[in-house]
């Protein structure tokens, strides 16, 4: 009696061990429905319409930035300076990046530096916090496999974003 009361409870604890290596199937394929690469290419899809209307004038169509970038103008102004990863942009982390995108090159404005003026408008009136997330997003796909002293930039300035992450949306 006892030995079959135990088969029957073991062949029950097979059954359970089935019904949740099943159910850890179906979330682990729904999950991969919505993994982050999707979500990655909806917005580098999106950001680089964004991109194109209303970035490209300064930065390049692809990115690129105006020549001598690093020399202010007569009207102490800096010409745009490139986003695809030949610049600099890869050194800052993805909450600067956002804040600048958002309320413009006066993040960069420095009082004991005062010549200095931003030419980078502020998106932030007319970008939702998704529009900022997708258009940064596209800059970032522009970097491919880039490197910097043989260290591939996007891994940089992904590290660099752990301390300084997008900040959270849907506020
Ligand atoms: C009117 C010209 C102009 C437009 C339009 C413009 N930018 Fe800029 N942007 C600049 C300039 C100039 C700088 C250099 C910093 C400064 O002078 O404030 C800059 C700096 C930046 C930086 C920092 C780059 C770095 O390497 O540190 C980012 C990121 C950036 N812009 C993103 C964008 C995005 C995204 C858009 C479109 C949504 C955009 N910009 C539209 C002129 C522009």
Not at 19 to 26: D, K, N, R, S
Not at 137 to 159: H, M
């Amino acid at each position: 009696m006892f030995a079959v009361r135990s088969r029957l409870g073991l062949s029950r604890a097979r059954g359970r061990a089935a019904a949740l290596v099943a159910l850890l199937l179906a979330l682990f394929l729904l999950a991969s429905c919505t993994s982050s690469s999707g979500q990655d290419a909806a917005a580098v899809s999106r950001g680089k319409e964004l991109f194109a209307a209303n970035c490209a004038t300064c930065h390049g169509v692809g990115g690129e930035g105006q020549p001598n970038w690093h020399t202010a103008k007569a009207d102490g102004t800096l010409p745009a300076p490139p986003l695809n990863g030949d610049g600099h942009t890869w050194h800052h982390g993805d909450g600067l990046l956002y804040r600048v995108v958002s309320r413009g090159g006066q993040e960069f404005e420095d009082p004991r530096f005062s010549s200095f003026k931003s030419a980078m408008p502020a998106f932030g009136d007319r970008f939702s916090h998704d529009d900022i997330v997708a258009v940064l997003t596209y800059v970032k796909s522009l970097w491919g496999d880039k490197t910097s002293r043989g260290v591939s930039i996007v891994e940089s300035q992904a590290f660099a974003s752990e301390q300084d992450p997008f900040p959270p949306g849907g506020g």
